[in-house]
């Protein structure tokens, strides 16, 4: 995956904008994808790549995760 298709899909999950994805922005993206079954568990193994444990996901936090 290229930088730029990476920013396309933080900026779809990233709902307000504000360049960090929080734990409802995941919940709801999970939910919009249909994997709304065992949600906990998508969102927190996907929290697992917030590496300075600030509760949100920056972009270079995102772009580890998915590349
Ligand atoms: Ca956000
Ligand atoms: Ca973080």
């Known amino acids: 995956m290229t930088e730029a298709e990476a920013r396309e899909i933080f900026k779809q999950i990233d709902a307000d ?3 960090q994805i929080n734990i409802v922005e995941l919940a709801n993206h999970f939910k919009r994808e249909g994997h709304g ?9 996907a ?3 917030d590496q300075n444990r600030d509760r949100v996901l920056d972009f270079n936090e995102f772009h580890a995760m998915i590349k």
């Open 17 to 19: 904008g504000d360049g």
């Open 37 to 45: 079954g065992q949600l906990r568990e998508k969102v927190k193994t």
């Open 47 to 49: 929290m697992e790549a």
